[in-house]
């Protein structure tokens, strides 16, 4: 039977590789329906807010929503939609798998997933000018807030998801040598949670500095990675440029009632209407909310049909150093799928 899912396209070229998701996800015939919503600019442009109740309420009621990139404008306006979503529907794990899908990049056979504190750190969002004198912005503050009750579910998460994925280890990144309370709060919890699996996953923990280069020198060392939100933000856009650039990256945002698929990147603007956006990332993303659905074989012909059409090199996208439309690579890949 059909599943019901929250659809949001989004803004820049986030309605393209929508499209081109949907028709993929139709020729492969996923037993999903979908109920289109808005939010972002788009939702601006039409009901004048950027996250309508109507967007929540289906999401709410459907647990489940494949979302386009949002546009949110940088130093003025309203604040991260995005980051709105995730706190509101209270989606804690960011889950970032970084998977090569196309041979002949830096590197082959690179196979990692980075969970990242989706609510909490620097972005809660408390952030103020000071003023001194007659500068009323001489300087500002931003908090970063560490529960413990923050850091020990999202290692939890990262430990349940080895066991459940078969992964071999767990890393944990973080600053506790500069950021003594906040970071060291994150890394105590991370190191009593870690006990509770000893002999079932490793664990290791690593400062976060030095983890970003371990990653470009060795990224092979790795397995599933866990950190706070901003540095799970910047280490994940650096591990999707291990595996071929942003348009290749998914991720899943998770909390206890409801699941959230997207791309990692953005809203592309350089990109709107030219109508050559990298589908990949979206319709990985898909992927994931089919497995997350039970629709494995969906999911797997889906993947493998992606796979065959990046390794015959014919409809790549100019990210990829081709020529393609975001379409004609959709057509490719459903071209290519295996029947079921
Ligand atoms: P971006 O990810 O949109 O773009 C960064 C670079 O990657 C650009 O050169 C872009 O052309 C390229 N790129 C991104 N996706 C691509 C794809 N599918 N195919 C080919 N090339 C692709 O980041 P940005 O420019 O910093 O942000 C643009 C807007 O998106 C901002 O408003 C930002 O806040 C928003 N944003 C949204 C999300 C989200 O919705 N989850 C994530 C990141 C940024």
Redesign the pocket.
Known sequence: MAVTVTLIP?D??GPS?TAATRHVLDAAGAQLEWEEQLAGMAAVAAVQTPLPDETLASIRRNRICLKG????PVGVGFR?I?VALRKELDLYANVRPAVTMLAGGRYEDIDLVLIRENTEGLYVGVEHYIGMGSDAKAAAESVMLITRFGAERIVRYAFEYALAHGRRKVTLAHKANILKYTQGLFLEEGNRIAAEYRGRVEYEDRIIDATAMHLVLNPYQFDVLVMENMFGDILSDEMAGLVGG??MAPGGNIGKDVAMY??V???????EGKGI???T?MILAACMLLEHLGQHEVAGRVRGAVKRTLAARKTL?P?LHGSATTDAFAAAVAEALEPH
């Open positions: 989004g820049g070229i590789i990139p949002l546009t949110t991260s995005n942003l348009g997207e791309p990147h953005g809203s592309a603007p350089d990109l956006a990298n589908p990332a996208t990210d």
